[in-house]
C-alpha cells in the first residue's frame, strides 16, 4: 500500500510494493506539483527515493513537512517491521533534493499504524508490532509557541522563514487565487 501526503502544491506518493514476477518493496516517492501542470502533464511529476524500501507506512503533514513513518519489508526471510521515518521538509528544497529529506525513529517498529495532523502535532497511532496490535503513539510536535514570523513553525525565526517570505513577494490572492501559492485555508 502506498501512503501519500501533500506539502503546498504538492501531492507526494511513497512506498508500496511492486511486482515484476515477484514481490518487491518499493523505496520510489513520486510527487505531483499542481503548480507545474494537471495530472496528466509528465512535467508536473517527479520522483525521490525513501531511505528504507517498504509498504504499509503511514504518512501526514505537518507544516512544511511530510512525514512517513513505519511501514513493513521482506527481508528474503521473513516481513520486518520498520522503525523508520523520513520527513520531507518543502522549505529545504524540492522533493528530488536530498537536502530536503531527514530521517528520524519511531519509538516502536510497526506497520499499518494510523497517521493524523492536528494543529502543529503530527500523530503515528497504532498498527501492528512484532508483539501483536500496537497501543504505542508516537506524537511529532512541530513548534509549541506561537511566534510572529515563524512560517515554516519550527519555533525559529530565521531565514527558512525569509525565503518562505521571499518566495511569495507581492503575491496578490485576491487578485490572482490561481497562482500556487494561494492554497485555500
Ligand atoms: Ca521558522
Redesign the pocket.
Known amino acids: 500500500m502506498r501512503q501519500a501526503g501533500h506539502v503546498g502544491s504538492k501531492a507526494i506518493f511513497a512506498g508500496g510494493v511492486f511486482y515484476d514476477g515477484q514481490n518487491h518493496d518499493s523505496n520510489a516517492v513520486d510527487i505531483y506539483d499542481a503548480s507545474l501542470g494537471e495530472p496528466n502533464d509528465p512535467n508536473a511529476w517527479s520522483t525521490a527515493t525513501l531511505s528504507q524500501a517498504r509498504s504499509s507506512l503511514a504518512a501526514t503533514t505537518v507544516g512544511s513537512k511530510a512525514i512517513f513513518a513505519g511501514g513493513w519489508y521482506d527481508d528474503g526471510v521473513s516481513n520486518v517491521k520498520s522503525n523508520v521515518v523520513d520527513i520531507y521538509d518543502s522549505?529545504l528544497g524540492e522533493p528530488n533534493d536530498p537536502n530536503a529529506w531527514s530521517t528520524t525513529t519511531l519509538s516502536q517498529a510497526r506497520y499499518g499504524l494510523s497517521a493524523t495532523t492536528v494543529a502543529n502535532k503530527a500523530m503515528f497511532a497504532g498498527g501492528q508490532a512484532d508483539s501483536g496490535s500496537s497501543v504505542v503513539v508516537d506524537i511529532f510536535i512541530l513548534?509549541e509557541y506561537e511566534?510572529a514570523?515563524?512560517?515554516?513553525?519550527?519555533?525559529?525565526?530565521?531565514f527558512?522563514?525569509f525565503a518562505a517570505m521571499a518566495n511569495n513577494w507581492l503575491v496578490d490572492c485576491g487578485l490572482m487565487p490561481d497562482n500556487p501559492a494561494c492554497i485555500p485555508k
Do not use: P, Q, S
Not at 149 to 158: A, P, R
Open positions: 522549505n513548534c511566534l514570523g515563524d512560517i515554516n513553525n519550527d519555533c525559529k525565526v530565521d527558512l522563514d
